[in-house]
C-alpha cells in the first residue's frame, strides 16, 4: 500500500500484510504528522477478532501451535531477553558482592532496590511476552513476521494494559501493605481493618492475574484497544470462557513441559556424552605406562584444562541453555496465543462438553496425585 503524508505528501510503501486487520498511527519522518491508517473496520470486543471458522480444540490446532513455535524472530527476542537478564543480573551480583557490608548496613536501601529491579524485570519480560503473541498472531493470520516498528503507535497503546496486569495491581497491593510494616504497632490493627477486603481482593486478582498472564497477554496483543475498552473486553472474555481458559492453561503447560523436559534431556544427555568423551581423552594421554614421570603433565593438562577451554566450554554451554530455554518460552507463548486464537474463533464453544469433564477429571486426578505425593515427602523428611 502506497500512503501519503496528508501534510507535506511524502511517499511511504508498506507491505500489504503489515496492515491486515490494523489500526496504525505512523509519525511521518520528514514534518513529525501523524497519519492514521485503517485498513479495516476494528471493533473494540474481543469477539471481532477474525480466527478459524468454526475452529475448536483438537489435536491439529495444537499441533499448528508447536509449529508455529518455530518462529526464529521470536526465539531470538527471548533469546535476548534471557542473556540481558543474565547479564544484568551477574553484573548486580558483582556489585554487591564486592560492596557487601554497605548493603549489609542499609537492609531498607538493600530490599528497595531489589523490590525495583524485580518490578523492572517483571514488566519488561511481560512486554516480551506481548510482542511474541503479537508477531505469532501476525503469523498465523498473514503466515509474515511483523515488524515492530511499522506497529509501534499500536504497541504504544498497549503498554498501559500491559503495565496494570503485568506489575500495576502488585504494586498497588504492595503500597497498601508498607505501612503495615511502617505505622505504630496500636494502628496496625485498625489499619488491617480497613483495607483487609481489598487486600484479600488484591491478593485473588495477582493470582488469578499470575496463574492467567500468558492467556491476557495474547488477549491485548489480538486488538489494540484503550485500557478502558481493553478491560471491558476482558471481562467479557473471561465471563465467556470462564471454563475453557483453565483448560487451555492446563494442555498449554502440560505440553510445553513435556516438551521442555524432552530437550533439557537431549541437552545434558549430550552434554554428559561430550563430558565423557573428553575425560577419557585426557586420561588417556596423560596416563601412560610410566604414571609417575606423568604427573607434570597431569597437572599442566588440569591448569590448560581449567583456563580458556573451560571457560569457553561453559559459555558455549550457556549460550546453547539459553537458547533452549528461550524456545521453550516462545513455545508457551505461542500455545497460549494458538489458544486465544481458538477461542476467539468459536467464543464459548472451543471446548465440547465431553472433553471439559474428561479434563476437569484430570485436573482433579493430578490435584490430588500431587498434593499426595507432597504429603508423603513431608512425612519421609520428618521421619
Not at 493470582?207 to 491485548?220: M, P
Request: with cysteine; aromatic share 14%; charged share 10%.
Amino acid at each position: 500500500m502506497d500512503i501519503n503524508c496528508f501534510k507535506c505528501n511524502q511517499e511511504y510503501h508498506i507491505p500489504d500484510y503489515q496492515l491486515e486487520g490494523r489500526h496504525l498511527f505512523i509519525t511521518c519522518d520528514n514534518c513529525g504528522h501523524e497519519i492514521e491508517i485503517i485498513s479495516e473496520k476494528i471493533e473494540d470486543g474481543w469477539e471481532s477478532y477474525k480466527g478459524l471458522p468454526g475452529a475448536k480444540l483438537t489435536l491439529k490446532n495444537i499441533l499448528d501451535g508447536i509449529f508455529y513455535s518455530f518462529n526464529l524472530k521470536n526465539i531470538l527476542l527471548s533469546f535476548i531477553i534471557l542473556l540481558t537478564f543474565s547479564s544484568f543480573l551477574y553484573l548486580i551480583k558483582q556489585i554487591v558482592f564486592h560492596n557487601l557490608s554497605f548493603f549489609l548496613e542499609r537492609p531498607f536501601l538493600s530490599g528497595l532496590l531489589s523490590f525495583i529491579i524485580l518490578v523492572l524485570l517483571t514488566f519488561i519480560y511481560d512486554i516480551h511476552l506481548y510482542l511474541l503473541s503479537l508477531n505469532t498472531f501476525n503469523v498465523i493470520k498473514t503466515g509474515f513476521n511483523i515488524k515492530f516498528s511499522i506497529v509501534k503507535n499500536e504497541i504504544k497503546n498497549d503498554l498501559k494494559s500491559l503495565f496494570i496486569f503485568s506489575i500495576g495491581i502488585f504494586l498497588i497491593f504492595s503500597f497498601l501493605l508498607i505501612p503495615v510494616f511502617v505505622i505504630s504497632d496500636k494502628f496496625v490493627m485498625l489499619y488491617e481493618g480497613i483495607f483487609h477486603l481489598l487486600l484479600i481482593i488484591l491478593a485473588i486478582v495477582m493470582i488469578l492475574v499470575f496463574y492467567s498472564k500468558k492467556i491476557i497477554f495474547a488477549f491485548i496483543s489480538s486488538n489494540s484497544r484503550s485500557f478502558k475498552h481493553t478491560f471491558k473486553s476482558l471481562i467479557r472474555f473471561l465471563h465467556v470462557e470462564c471454563i475453557n481458559i483453565p483448560l487451555y492453561i492446563f494442555f498449554t503447560n502440560s505440553i510445553s513441559t513435556i516438551i521442555a523436559i524432552a530437550l533439557f534431556l537431549l541437552f545434558f544427555g549430550v552434554l554428559i556424552f561430550f563430558v565423557i568423551i573428553l575425560s577419557l581423552s585426557v586420561i588417556s594421554n596423560i596416563f601412560s605406562p610410566d604414571i609417575i614421570m606423568n604427573l607434570p603433565n597431569l597437572y599442566s593438562n588440569i591448569s590448560n584444562f581449567q583456563g580458556v577451554g573451560t571457560d569457553l566450554i561453559l559459555m558455549s554451554t550457556f549460550v546453547i541453555f539459553l537458547f533452549i530455554f528461550a524456545y521453550i518460552i516462545n513455545l508457551s507463548q505461542t500455545l497460549s496465543t494458538v489458544s486465544m486464537h481458538i477461542m476467539g474463533s468459536n467464543p464459548g464453544e472451543s471446548i465440547s462438553k465431553n472433553a471439559i469433564l474428561i479434563s476437569i477429571m484430570a485436573i482433579i486426578i493430578t490435584i490430588i496425585i500431587s498434593v499426595s505425593s507432597m504429603f508423603d515427602a513431608i512425612s519421609l523428611l520428618v521421619k
